[in-house]
């Protein structure tokens, strides 16, 4: 079974992670919310209070197939550990997507340089910083890296991580359960 780790940090876009979970896990990926706050609970940029299923220190040396950054806050950078690992995944060739502010983060570190990326529009300047060329979907896949624009687009950008995790028949599945248009023959965008 396919497994994929969503990050949390206080202040970390609701829609962005949870939907993503769910979209995830309903594709049949085994998705594990991770906490960087040192605690189970983790308060999101809008006041809800979410309960990861396991601490970084618990989960940061698990294999995953995919590390997965919610947007909403920049404070990811403020966590080593989860740099670290971000890097050597994106070395690696493994899998890292990360949506909203969270580009940002990846730009900073350095896995963004010379990939075309986009992340939240008042934020593309982090994006040049770090070396990126900013893209024009609102979800960009340049190798092993996936990012997108924002809340609005999270259901596409999950199932753009479920097409490459699932495959596109069951990304298709998913998104016809969840009544998401989709365009004949187009690639999640």
């Not at 997965?68 to 890292?96: C, D, F, S």
């Not at 596409?156 to 028949?169: D, M, P």
């Amino acid at each position: 079974m396919k497994s994929a780790a969503i990050f949390l940090i206080d202040g970390f876009e609701e829609t962005e992670a949870l939907t993503t979970v769910d979209i995830l896990r309903r594709g049949g990926v085994e998705v594990t919310t991770v906490s960087l706050t040192g605690k189970p609970e983790v308060r999101g940029s809008h006041n809800i209070t979410v309960r990861a299923d396991a601490l970084f220190e618990e989960a940061g040396d698990r294999p995953f197939d995919m590390l997965v950054i919610p947007g909403g806050t920049r404070n990811y950078i403020g966590h080593a550990g989860l740099k670290e690992l971000a890097k050597k995944y994106a070395a690696e060739g493994k899998l890292v997507a990360a949506i909203c502010a969270a580009p940002t983060v990846l730009a900073e570190i350095g896995v963004l340089k010379g990939k075309k990326a986009v992340c939240y529009p008042s934020m593309e300047n982090w994006l040049k910083d770090g070396g990126a060329m900013t893209g024009d979907d609102i979800v960009e896949t340049d190798g092993n890296i996936t990012t997108a624009k924002g809340p609005a687009v999270t259901p596409f950008f999950a199932l753009k991580l479920l097409e490459i995790l699932q495959g596109r028949a069951m990304a298709e599945e998913v998104a016809e359960a969840f009544l998401i248009p989709m365009i004949k023959g187009a690639s999640f965008r």
